[in-house]
């Protein structure tokens, strides 16, 4: 019964993370799919030995507390990590914080709380979905061309679209073609100003860009 009991509980841990990962990973974030069922199980698993520690050695309700605060402060580190800072930017936080969240609902999961981990994550997720739309209605966006030349690494490609994950900016009618020994590049993504402004200088700080020009 044991056993059934924790395989209940990490299929739970799958499911639950799965769902949060999904939207991560639609809205093109670091933190995506598989990252977030790893943080979901991992925590779910600690907390499910802790209390089977309890149960078997006769431990205090203490085990489980002190379990749930050290994967509470180990998962910070993590989603501190995912935080970028540069020039005063700040990008990231969101990602960070639902890497914590979803540590919590594995301790959720972990402690047998089921109906509150399914509350739980219809939360999060309705957070994620419903305020990005009053976000992107609220906030004014605006259309931008960039033009790009850069030096013919075969790596350029991948350092763009990695950055604009990170940024959260879909790139779109992205087009390349090289010169000599350049290439020359063309896309657009639609963004708010602040956005736009931490891209941008994302992009300067990659060594290859020889000339940037934005429409």
């Not at 203490?62 to 989603?79: E, H, K, Q, S, Y």
């Not at 969240?101 to 994550?121: D, H, K, M, N, S």
Request: aromatic share 6%.
């Amino acid at each position: 019964m044991v056993i059934v009991e924790v395989i209940l509980k990490l299929g739970l841990a799958v499911a639950l993370g799965g769902l949060i990962g999904l939207e991560r990973e639609a809205s093109q974030k670091p933190a995506g799919f598989r990252t977030n069922i790893l943080v979901c199980i991992g925590a779910a698993m600690m907390m499910t030995m802790a209390g089977l520690i309890v149960q078997a050695k006769g431990g205090t309700a203490d085990t489980m507390i002190r379990m749930a605060a050290g994967v509470v402060t180990g998962v910070g580190f993590l989603g501190a990590g995912t935080i970028l800072h540069s020039r005063g930017n700040v990008a990231g936080l969101t990602t960070a914080s639902t890497i914590w969240l979803v540590a919590g609902l594995g301790l959720v999961i972990g402690a047998g709380y089921y109906v509150p981990a399914l509350v739980f994550t219809a939360l999060t997720i309705a957070t994620l979905l419903l305020f990005r739309r009053v976000e992107d209605s609220y906030i004014r966006k605006s259309q931008f061309r960039y033009h790009l030349k850069a030096k013919a690494r075969p790596y350029i490609l991948s350092s763009l679209r990695k950055l604009a994950l990170h940024h959260g900016v879909r790139l779109e009618s992205l087009t390349m073609k090289q010169e000599h020994q350049s290439y020359i590049m063309a896309f657009s993504f639609s963004a708010s100003e602040d956005k736009e402004q931490e891209f941008n200088q994302g992009l300067l700080e990659l060594a290859d860009i020889e000339e940037l020009k934005i429409d």
